[in-house]
């Protein structure tokens, strides 16, 4: 027995099964691609966060000197906008209120969505069609016109674009969460909850929440990228964050009129917004396949 129990065996024993986010977090560890984009956004973030913090210029305090200066211009790695303010520290201020109204919309719209939808699937019957029937009204109206209706009747500023963009993406993240509730409602497990006795609100607290977060996480990041460029989209447009702040969208707006005489400074706005929505696609696609598991 003792010779039994030193060897090999005992140490397969020994192992413990991996959890599911374990694995899941080995598998997305294993994708070369998800782990740039994860490593780009890290650095944007960490960039944007401490950016009082690098030494940078004043991104409002401009010079009409120093207007439009080319990339590589001493002391301006990245030039100057229309105005004569730095373009770096713009670049990187400004992804704090991009990722900013990128992201919280996103995560509001996710905890309402989840909550209203769960509860229609779940529950059916007359809540379930008052609720999606709310929701199919606000998918008569294409996402872009109805964001930039809101923000046009509540007026420019961060709130506003926050309150409008939420609103927006209510509704997708509510009709998937009713279909992933509705199809889990009638497994065996929720009606052995329910044979034991079990009330509604402990049978969806227990057994559905843990079991229907996971596709709604995973569609939930699918619409961060798509969210940051609606923000974008609505301060260019003039109905989202107002000047001097310096937002992408914003700023693109106001260098169209040197993409004549200094096109690659007028698009480097565009660059952060292109490449900060890709990386954000390319990681909620390796966040999908990690998470997976019958694949």
């Keep these: 027995m003792a010779l039994a129990e030193s060897g090999p065996l005992a140490g397969a024993g020994a192992q413990k099964p991996q959890g599911y986010w374990a694995g899941v977090g080995a598998r997305l560890l294993r994708d070369p691609v998800a782990m740039i984009c994860a490593v780009v956004l890290l650095a944007l973030i960490l960039s944007a ?48 209120l991009t990722l900013f109204i990128g992201l919280i919309p996103v995560v509001l719209a996710f905890f309402i969505g989840s909550a209203l939808g769960i509860v229609a699937g779940y529950v059916g019957g007359m809540v379930n069609t008052v609720i999606m029937r709310v929701v199919d009204v606000f998918f008569a109206f ?45 497994l065996d497990y929720i009606d052995a909850a329910r044979a034991t006795g079990a009330s509604a609100w402990t049978v969806i607290r227990v057994h559905v929440i843990g079991n229907v977060l996971s596709p709604i996480f995973v569609y939930a990041t699918s619409l961060t990228s798509v969210c940051m460029i609606l923000a974008a989209g609505l301060s260019f447009l003039g109905i989202g964050v107002r000047p001097p702040e310096p937002e992408w969208g914003l700023m693109l707006n106001t260098l169209r009129s040197a993409i004549y ?34 694949d």
């Design 49 to 96: 966060v401490f950016a009082p913090w690098l030494g940078l210029a004043d991104p409002y305090k401009g010079s009409m000197i120093a207007r439009l200066k080319p990339l590589g211009t001493d002391g301006y790695p990245l030039g100057t906008d229309e105005q004569g303010r730095d373009m770096l520290a713009r670049l990187i201020y400004g992804g704090r």
């Design 261 to 294: 005489v200094n096109p690659w400074l007028a698009a480097l706005p565009g660059v952060m917004i292109f490449l900060t929505s890709l990386c954000l696609n390319l990681l909620s696609d390796g966040l999908r396949s990690a998470m997976n598991v019958r």
């Design 142 to 186: 294409p996402s872009v016109l109805l964001a930039i209706a809101i923000s046009g009747a509540l007026g420019a500023g961060i709130v506003n674009s926050l309150v409008s963009l939420t609103i927006v993406f209510i509704p997708p993240i509510t009709r998937v969460a009713e279909a992933v509730t509705s199809g889990v409602r009638g």
